[in-house]
């Protein structure tokens, strides 16, 4: 009973009328943006972040929470009509989504779509709910030690789980741990980096790099990467599924849930990782696996519900731990401590209304996403329409006022553009910005944690073994870490293996012939 006291206090501060208005624009503009080609949620919240310092804490999340989930849905629009994902985590939606269009069956598609997203993200809610306090209370046992493991962990789980070059997510979290001791040292007061700066002194604020990598630079990004215009769409019909199609889908819907839910909670997961494997999981079991990419409702329920359970679920190392799990949630972490709001495992007991409200939105953002995802969907393919010569102006000039405003600083402004600029770069030769920024945002509680164990071991690093959760952790990051170089020797060996065969049984061939 004691442990149900705080989560219906946490309905009533939800069903307060403003925290209900800022639910509702959140999932509204997280589904714009899920529509809007290339922006994305990390883009869109921080840009947003300057908006947040005028509402209360509990509020500003409410609000950002709703755009990362209600973005999974929106991305679903444009795969299914126009065979254009609008969100990463929609790419494998398109396959089967946009072939059921092709058939007449787009509001099959839409509804199978927004009933696996639903009940994906409310049992992944649920899970939050009861899971996220066992995780905060075993999280008390961490000390120094136990955190700089942690974060060591995290930091190359995004690099090496994420897709894409792992050498090239490692670089950019290098450049993320620099850019973190960029200002004065904590424990000695020397400058470092700041070559004579005053403005440096007091290091590198994170919302000119978040508004520069993900607002400024996907901007330019996108204009240079035009997309192709849209199609006329298929008209939405049929909206709820037949019989048939909920008895093929129940089973992908069912286990997506489960999937995409642990697949949330591990660093470098989320919800474009949790699609993918849903997808590669239906194709595996089903029984006819060539329907697949001609009309499959698995290949569109399946992914649908694990993206919007692991976004979902990607708040317990967050609000728990202290750990984001991907780049929008180093923007979480981010927007948090603007509010003066530490994540980890005393918020569960420091700010019970913050971590309640905040997870029992999601409850209603959910219920307000099914209500309005179909007939929302005219509007959001007109606004498809507008050029991307009118609309990238227009954001930009929202993010480096939103830039301005923040300290009413041209260096903040300076910043933004700097970024803007290294964000488009990394983007234009295959450098992702998510690894930069979550190394920045763990890089001084990693520094910070690391330097006190020494202290505390006499500078011994084998003081880290001597406790039993940070040596179980670094145990995990030195199995992640040479797990790649073990199977890339295997799968050699085993190219030598087979090459050598070939030419044994070509030898024998010829001996053969000539016999």
Known sequence: MDFLNPVINGFSVVLEPMNLLYCLIGVVIGMLIGVLPGLGPAATIAILLPLTYSVEPVTAIIMLAGIFYGAQYGGTITSVLLRLPGEASSVVTVFDGYQMARQGKAGTALGLAAIGSFIGGTAAIIGLTFLAPVVAGFALDFGPAEYSALAMLGILLVATISGGSKAKALIAAAVGLLLAT??????????????????????????????GLFGLGEILYNLEERHRAAKAPSKVSNVWPSRSDLKHASGAITRGSVLGFFLGILPGGGATIASMASYAMEKKRAKQPERFGKGAPEGVAGPETANNAAATSS????????????????????????????????????????????????????????????????????????????????????????????????????????????????????????????????????????????????????????????????????????????RSMLARRKGTTAAAAAAGNSTNQNIKEKV
């Open 182 to 211: 960029v200002g004065r040292d904590v424990f000695t007061g020397e400058s470092r980096f700041t070559f004579g700066s005053l403005q440096l002194a007091d290091g590198i604020d994170f919302v000119p790099i978040a508004m």
């Open 315 to 486: 708040f317990i190392p967050l609000l728990t731990l202290g750990i984001p799990a991907n780049a929008t949630m180093a923007l979480m972490f981010g927007a948090l401590l603007i509010q003066g709001v530490t994540p980890g495992p005393q918020l569960v007991e420091q700010n019970p209304d913050l971590f309640w409200g905040v997870v029992n939105s999601m409850y209603i953002g959910n219920i307000l996403l099914l209500i309005m995802s179909l007939p929302l969907v005219g509007i959001f393919v007109r606004i498809l329409r507008v050029r991307a010569a009118i609309l990238a102006p227009i954001t930009a000039l929202i993010t480096l006022l939103g830039a301005c405003t923040i300290n009413n600083s041209m260096f903040d402004v300076t910043l933004v553009v700097f970024f803007g600029v290294l964000g488009y770069l990394m983007k234009k030769f295959g450098f992702e910005p998510g690894p930069l920024v979550l190394a920045f945002v763990l890089g001084e509680l990693l520094e910070s944690s690391l330097r006190r164990s020494l202290l505390v071991f006499g500078g011994d690093p084998a003081g880290f073994f001597t406790r039993p959760i940070s040596a179980t952790l670094l145990a995990v990051f030195v199995l992640v870490a040479v797990l790649p170089g073990i």
